[in-house]
């Protein structure tokens, strides 16, 4: 999908793992740090997934490094301030988010973070978008997927752990790849995942 000559959208669709890409987000008119500013909750779904992928060294380094913090509903992203330049002011933005943009690999983030672009990135509301409201349709399928899972992946960690995990240690995992893939089988979407992560050692 294109959107003009100002901007460009355009999907991966894989499943639970579809990315939406805008070209807006690199110079967002909406925070200078655009959604980055206020990085979103990594739910155990979000952890779940990662996990699935290979990516258990990226988060228990990011643990070791205070750049994740554990909490009861998942993981949470350090939101350290920084300033763009000598004369800017300070402002929170999430720890993964360089002048570049997102260190992180697409199957490291939460699941939101691929698949969301707001209604500007999207090349506005339905009613005045050059494409209606075909933009909107991924976004929505892949969130309504996304909340259910979320819940249930929660529930399943909640049902383990009453008072919430202290460490994502080996049962935590097992649990959390199990319950995840689970559902990804269900759904009929294990053929859409992609390759797994693979780290220098
Ligand atoms: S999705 Fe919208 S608010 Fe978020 S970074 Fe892109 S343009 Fe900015
Ligand atoms: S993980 Fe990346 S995309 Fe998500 S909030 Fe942090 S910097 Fe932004």
């Known amino acids: 999908m294109s959107r003009d000559s100002q901007g460009r959208f355009w999907l991966t669709v894989l499943g639970a793992h579809t990315r939406l890409h805008s070209s807006l987000c690199a110079a967002c008119p909406h925070h200078v740090a655009g959604c980055c500013s206020h990085p979103?909750?990594?739910d155990w779904a979000d952890v779940a997934r990662v996990l699935?992928?290979?990516g258990r060294p990226h988060l228990t380094a990011s643990l070791a490094e205070?750049?994740?913090a554990l909490v009861?509903?998942?993981?949470?992203f350090a939101t350290p301030k920084r300033k763009d330049s000598p004369r800017a002011p300070r402002s929170a933005r999430c720890v993964f988010l360089e002048a570049s943009?997102?260190?992180l690999d697409a199957r490291e983030k939460p699941a939101v973070c691929n698949y969301y672009a707001c209604e500007s990135a999207l090349g506005g509301a339905p009613e005045r978008n050059p494409h209606g409201g075909a933009p909107f349709v991924a976004y929505a399928a892949v969130r309504e997927l996304w909340t259910r899972w979320t819940a249930e992946v929660a529930e399943a960690v909640r049902t383990a752990y009453p008072e919430g995990p202290e460490a994502l240690d080996d049962a935590l995992v097992t649990l959390l790849v199990t319950t995840y893939e689970r559902l990804e089988r269900?759904?009929?979407l294990s053929h859409l995942r992609p390759p797994?992560?693979?780290y220098e050692r």
């Open 40 to 42: 979103p909750p990594y």
């Open 52 to 54: 699935s992928l290979g």
């Open 66 to 68: 205070g750049k994740l």
């Open 72 to 76: 009861p509903t998942g993981l949470r």
């Open 101 to 103: 943009g997102c260190t």
């Open 186 to 188: 269900e759904a009929g």
């Open 196 to 198: 797994p992560l693979r």
